[in-house]
């Protein structure tokens, strides 16, 4: 049997849609490839972000904002010291883009102007940090994205 163009082209059309369908069927059964959503209410989230971006202005006013660093013990979040350390409230957030079991939340609570997040909690990678802070009645916001 002699193959002419028009079949050749037929075949591959087939090839190909059967290419693309084996993608499909397994990116959607296979748990390998589950895409889980950063937030499981983003919609919430995303009409409070207007308060979030307020935050983010008052902290850049600030003559001095939170600073980090790695250290033996864990990662050192340092908070203004020009402030009185004592008043400040708020929480932490670390999130893990790659594993959301890892995401945790603490509660700011000092007795020094600096928090310590032992080692222990983190494994080495990226995290998003985000620091939600109040004091004297002033909200303030710090994220970054670090590498431990």
């Known amino acids: 049997m002699k193959l002419n163009w028009g079949t050749g082209i037929v075949l591959a059309f087939i090839g190909f849609i059967a290419f693309i369908m084996y993608f499909i069927v397994t990116m959607n059964i296979n748990d390998a490839y589950d895409h ?18 307020d935050k983010l202005k008052n902290a850049k006013a600030l003559s001095e ?4 660093k790695k250290t033996k013990d864990g990662l050192t979040i340092m908070f203004p010291g020009n402030i009185d350390y004592k008043k400040i409230t708020g929480k932490l957030f670390l999130y893990r883009p790659s594993n959301k ?48």
């Open 36 to 53: 889980d959503l950063v937030s499981e209410d983003y919609y919430a989230d995303e009409l409070a972000y207007q308060k979030d971006i």
């Open 65 to 68: 904002n939170i600073t980090y």
């Open 101 to 148: 079991q890892l995401d945790f939340e603490t509660t700011i609570s000092l007795s020094n102007p600096h928090l310590l997040i032992p080692d222990s909690r983190l494994v080495d990678g990226r995290w998003n940090i985000k620091v939600d802070w109040q004091y004297n009645g002033n909200s303030y916001l710090f994220k970054e994205s670090i590498d431990y």
